[in-house]
Nanobody
Framework: VQLQASGGGLAQPGGSLRLSCATS??????MGWFRQAPGKEREFVAA????????FYSASVKGRFTLSRDNAENTVYLQMNSLKPEDTAVYYC????????????????????WGQGTLVTVSS
């Protein structure tokens, strides 16, 4: 299984960016995003299950970020609006063969596959 993330870059505070993650190799049940800022641990951002359509967000991004999924294309997107400097991080696409529940998505051990990461910098 391969996950290819793209779409990172530089944005101004209040601006927007859209990340994409394309997968190949097998059908994956849950897909999502994590991020890791310099000197910090990797943290959960958002996730969506293939079946049922449940989408989970961390409190820090809820209302600003939107995760969508194209099952036909095995691609997941993260639309990031109202960006803040504290959103600066390397963003990682993640996938699980399991249909994760809300209490599981925060744990990196729940995820089976990871993309290479794409850098998002929010600065004026």
């Amino acid at each position: 299984v391969q996950l290819q993330a793209s779409g990172g870059g530089l944005a101004q505070p209040g601006g927007s960016l859209r990340l994409s993650c394309a997968t190949s190799g097998r059908t994956l049940s849950t897909m999502g995003w994590f991020r890791q800022a310099p000197g910090k641990e990797r943290e959960f951002v958002a996730a969506r299950r293939r079946s049922g359509g449940s989408t989970f967000y961390s409190a820090s991004v809820k209302g600003r970020f939107t995760l969508s999924r194209d099952n036909a294309e095995n691609t997941v997107y993260l639309q990031m609006n109202s960006l803040k400097p504290e959103d600066t991080a390397v963003y990682y696409c993640a996938a699980s063969v399991s249909s994760l529940i809300m209490s599981s998505v925060y744990n990196t051990d729940s995820w089976h596959y990871w993309g290479q990461g794409t850098l998002v910098t929010v600065s004026s």
